[in-house]
């Protein structure tokens, strides 16, 4: 099992661009969790989904859109990229049966940076 | 809202000294609470949470409602266990929300 993975690994976009990160959950995961991590800083909620739609929602602008597709995959598309869009996006999943009770399986992430 | 302090960006201790990894959370349920890590050039991973009261790798954290706290400790710290240590938590039931401090990175000198 090769675990959440997350394409591509680096990414490089101009300001105003839009861009879409990708994360495959861990094999019997069903629920998808995305993050921003910005230098030096915690992780972020960006939002949650299950069963195709968004579930929980952070502080983030409607800038950030996701979508989850029948086999769990899922997809966050920022538009209107700005610098301070950079950082890391990370990918989680878990079991929505059992909850977050027994812990996120995290993806390596995806570098993001704006120029 | 709920929110995760870890007051300290670094910690460093010397090899078998005692570790603490302080945590405090503001939430107006009753939470779940975990401690992740992630060691160099690796992914964020679990090391423990609250309701299974287990020891992983040594380290033990107590969740202290009355003080909103749950620390993270070892009686004797290992070169292997720096890193940078997350505490998180989330509600329960529901389509949870996981909250995540900014983290300390723990430093353990030889």
């Known amino acids: 099992d090769a675990g959440v993975t997350q394409s591509p690994t680096h990414l490089i976009k101009t300001r105003g661009q839009q861009v879409t990160l990708r994360c495959s959950p861990k094999?019997?995961?069903?629920?998808v969790s995305w993050y921003q991590q910005a230098l030096g800083q915690g992780p972020q909620f960006i939002f949650q989904?299950?069963?195709?739609?968004?579930?929980q929602r952070g502080n983030f602008p409607d800038r950030f859109s996701g979508h989850q597709f029948p086999n769990y995959s899922s997809e966050l598309n920022v538009n209107a990229l700005l610098l301070g869009d950079s950082a890391l996006y990370l990918c989680?999943?878990?079991?929505?049966?059992?909850?977050?009770?027994?812990?996120?399986?995290f993806g390596s992430g995806t570098r993001l940076t704006v120029v | 809202a709920q929110r995760v302090t870890q007051p300290e960006k670094l910690l460093s201790v010397f090899k078998g000294a005692p570790v603490e990894l302080k945590c405090n959370y503001s939430?107006?349920?009753?939470?779940?609470l975990f401690w992740y890590v992630q060691y160099s050039r690796q992914r964020l991973q679990l090391l423990l949470r609250?309701?299974s009261r287990e020891s992983i790798k040594g380290f033990t954290a107590d969740l202290n409602k009355g003080e909103t706290s749950f620390h993270l400790k070892k009686p004797f710290a290992q070169e292997e266990d720096s890193a940078m240590y997350y505490c998180?938590?989330?509600?329960?039931?529901?389509?949870?929300?996981?909250?995540f401090g900014t983290g300390t990175k723990l430093q353990v000198i030889p």
């Open positions: 998180a938590l989330s509600s329960w039931g529901g389509y949870q929300k996981v909250t």
């Open positions: 989904y299950y069963e195709e739609e968004e579930r």
């Open positions: 939430y107006s349920g009753s939470p779940e």
């Open positions: 094999s019997g995961h069903d629920t």
């Open positions: 609250h309701i």
């Open positions: 989680a999943s878990s079991e929505r049966e059992t909850g977050t009770g027994v812990g996120y399986t």
